[in-house]
């Protein structure tokens, strides 16, 4: 039960904070600084893709984290960790495009980016995911 108190945590922190920089935007309009507000339409890495070719992929992508997710659920496995990063960084991201045309994003490393909580949390889910697969790989080697 306290693995989905902490899930749902994670998922109302990435929302309101979201939400305390799109009502209070002038917060983070400093590029110097670590706040800077924007609203990507792009991709990661600014990449574009249309958004009917987008949206559908967004949702087969989703289908098969929930499948992973579900998997590792059944078997009471470690990476219903990283799974369940994976599917609220990427239903977090997913509302922002709905309703704000966008992914809200106002945490600034000058000189390489600007992203949001749920990025965080994708990018620790993939990279458990990654060293968990190479701990797996180097352990059948042995």
Request: aromatic share 20%.
């Amino acid at each position: 039960m306290w693995r989905y108190l902490a899930i749902i945590s994670f998922f109302i922190l990435d929302r309101v904070s979201k939400l305390l920089f799109m009502q209070n935007p002038s917060w983070a309009r400093r590029p110097d600084g670590f706040f800077n507000f924007s609203i990507n339409q792009d991709l990661a890495f600014s990449l574009v893709l249309r958004p009917e070719i987008f949206y559908p992929a967004i949702i087969l992508v989703l289908f098969i984290i929930f499948h992973y997710w579900y998997k590792n659920y059944k078997n009471r496995g470690l990476l219903w960790w990283p799974w369940s990063l994976l599917i609220i960084g990427a239903i977090s991201n997913l509302l922002d495009r709905i309703y704000y045309g966008g992914v809200i994003d106002f945490l600034h490393i000058p000189g390489l980016t600007v992203f949001n909580i749920s990025d965080v949390y994708i990018s620790v889910a993939v990279a458990w995911l990654l060293l968990h697969s190479l701990w797996a790989k180097s352990d059948k080697k042995v």
